[in-house]
């Protein structure tokens, strides 16, 4: 059973700090990695892709990943209240049968506070 | 240019009630998928269509559910008949033919099912 878990949350931050939100998954064959942002009643988007270990940057989102821990993290800077969202980890295996295959965690619900 | 589009956004069924949802990948697409969320759950696979093949249906939950592509644009998945537990978000996913770790997965807004 290939699973992701996700700290349960809710995450709930002023405005202006950082947003910590971690997963770890179960299956060492994953290889590619996403945080997708839900708004309530939409569909989910992508806002971050890593592959590899270490730190992958995009504007004031960071996230990292440490396959050997099996950690993947996102880090939301200078927070907005427009980032108040359920925020969904996602692990997918890059070739076999599962080739494409996303599987998610539960997802981190935050609200960051004016 | 359009995002995967999904129809209808909600629908309420009793149950044992057929419901058939449809998808609209991006333009171009051919990898079409279909994911499940239910209450409290995480957004599970379904199954996955490349152009009008299905590649892999090993999620799907049972013989009520079927899914076509036909022709290898739109998709539907038709449950039959509909139980209780059937009940969540159904959200359909598209994507470029696999050109490596690059490949993006594009989501619609889901359709909701209720139950009842």
């Known amino acids: 059973q290939k699973e992701v878990e996700q700290n349960s949350g809710p995450l709930s931050v002023p405005e202006g700090a950082i947003a910590s939100l971690n997963c770890t998954y179960s299956?060492?064959?994953?290889?590619?990695f996403f945080w997708y942002r839900q708004y309530s009643g939409k569909s989910p988007e992508l806002i971050m892709s890593?592959?590899?270990?270490g730190d992958q940057e995009d504007g004031r989102f960071t996230a990292q990943l440490n396959k050997a821990s099996q950690y993947v993290s996102l880090l939301i800077r200078d927070s907005q209240p427009s980032d108040s969202a359920t925020y969904l980890c996602?692990?997918?295996?890059?070739?076999?049968?599962?080739?494409?295959?996303?599987?998610f965690g539960r997802g981190t619900q935050l609200t960051v506070w004016p | 240019e359009a995002g995967v589009t999904q129809f209808p956004s909600h629908s309420v069924i009793e149950k044992g009630q057929t419901v058939t949802l449809r998808c609209d990948p991006i333009?171009?697409?051919?990898?079409l998928y279909w994911y499940r969320r239910v209450m409290g759950k995480e957004i599970k696979f379904l199954l996955h269509?490349?152009?009008?093949?299905?590649?892999?249906e090993s999620g799907m939950p049972n013989n009520r559910f079927l899914a076509e592509r036909t022709g290898g644009t739109y998709s539907t998945l038709k449950v039959q008949p509909a139980e209780l537990e059937d009940s969540g978000v159904y959200f359909c996913?598209?994507?470029?033919?696999?050109?490596?770790?690059?490949?993006?997965?594009?989501f619609g807004e889901g359709s909701w099912l209720t139950v009842v």
């Open positions: 299956d060492r064959g994953s290889q590619s």
């Open positions: 269509f490349v152009k009008e093949s299905k590649q892999d």
């Open positions: 890593i592959y590899s270990n």
């Open positions: 996602a692990a997918r295996a890059d070739r076999g049968s599962t080739l494409g295959r996303l599987y």
């Open positions: 996913a598209s994507s470029q033919l696999w050109q490596g770790s690059g490949n993006t997965i594009y």
């Open positions: 333009s171009g697409h051919d990898n």
